[in-house]
């Protein structure tokens, strides 16, 4: 049973989805308070965390960029204001999965949600199509498996979160391919926020330091300026 963490001020939506979402089988924690969510994020583990950005006590802007610090990778869906789109790209680019405006439907959230978890979770009937012998990708020293999700870099795992795992398959399978950032920001986050490809930035900067030896002088993951970004096998020397 997977298991759910709901941090919203509004006792009447926290009601609303953990109605809906233990009906569909999940098991729920919630918090209205912002230091109380962020507390219970980190002291049990969770499988999904749905987190709205006003919280009294502490933001949810402030919790994601806690929870990201503390290297805790569990998927995040923020809710946020309906004509407030800053703290949508806010919150992707600090790390968040997904979004939803407010007022949202809880069926719209638990899809929003079993999407993600279909990314990150084996996907066997699909992985049969990929062109690749066998279900791992790689790239120099960096492994990727395709059905368990896991990523190695000389046989020593790393944890990404799911939209750095999804960046870096994209690339992995486009090895030496120019991208540019309008392409990776509808291919990944599946939309167009105009001129606001910093998102892409930032998640290349994340990424970069978990498989780069020296993500100063990224070996891998190299910008091509004036263009966008290519994934190679590094050179030696």
């Known amino acids: 049973m997977k298991k759910i963490l709901v941090v919203d001020d509004e006792p009447s939506i926290v009601t609303l989805l953990t109605f809906n979402l233990e009906k569909e089988g999940y098991q729920v924690a919630s918090a209205t308070d912002g230091l109380d969510g962020l507390q219970l994020a980190l002291s049990e583990?969770?499988?999904?965390?749905i987190l709205d950005v006003m919280l009294p006590s502490l933001d949810g802007i402030e919790i994601m960029?806690?929870?990201?610090?503390?290297?805790?990778?569990?998927?995040?869906?923020i809710l946020t204001a309906k004509d407030d789109p800053i703290d949508r790209i806010l919150g992707l680019e600090i790390g968040a999965d997904d979004y939803l405006a407010k007022p949202f439907s809880p069926r719209e959230v638990i899809a929003r949600m079993k999407a993600i978890f279909r990314r990150m979770e084996p996907r066997r009937q699909e992985e049969t199509l990929l062109t690749d012998i066998s279900n791992l990708l790689t790239v120099g020293e960096i492994q990727a498996n395709l059905t368990t999700y896991q990523v190695e870099i000389a046989g020593e795992p790393i944890v990404l979160t799911p939209k750095?795992?999804?960046?870096?398959?994209?690339?992995?399978r486009r090895k030496n391919h120019v991208i540019d950032r309008d392409t990776l920001l509808n291919q990944i986050w599946n939309f167009d926020?105009?001129?606001?490809?910093r998102i892409v930035d930032v998640h290349i900067s994340h990424l970069r330091e978990?498989?780069?030896?020296n993500p100063k002088k990224p070996q891998y993951l190299l910008t091509i300026r004036g263009f966008g970004y290519k994934f190679q096998e590094p050179t030696n020397g």
Not at 210 to 213: G, L, M, N, Q, S
Request: aromatic share 16%; no cysteine.
């Open 45 to 49: 583990s969770f499988d999904f965390i």
């Open 65 to 77: 960029k806690r929870l990201r610090q503390e290297k805790v990778e569990t998927p995040i869906l």
């Open 164 to 172: 750095e795992f999804e960046l870096l398959i994209y690339f992995m």
């Open 193 to 197: 926020f105009d001129g606001q490809t």
């Open 210 to 213: 978990k498989i780069e030896p």
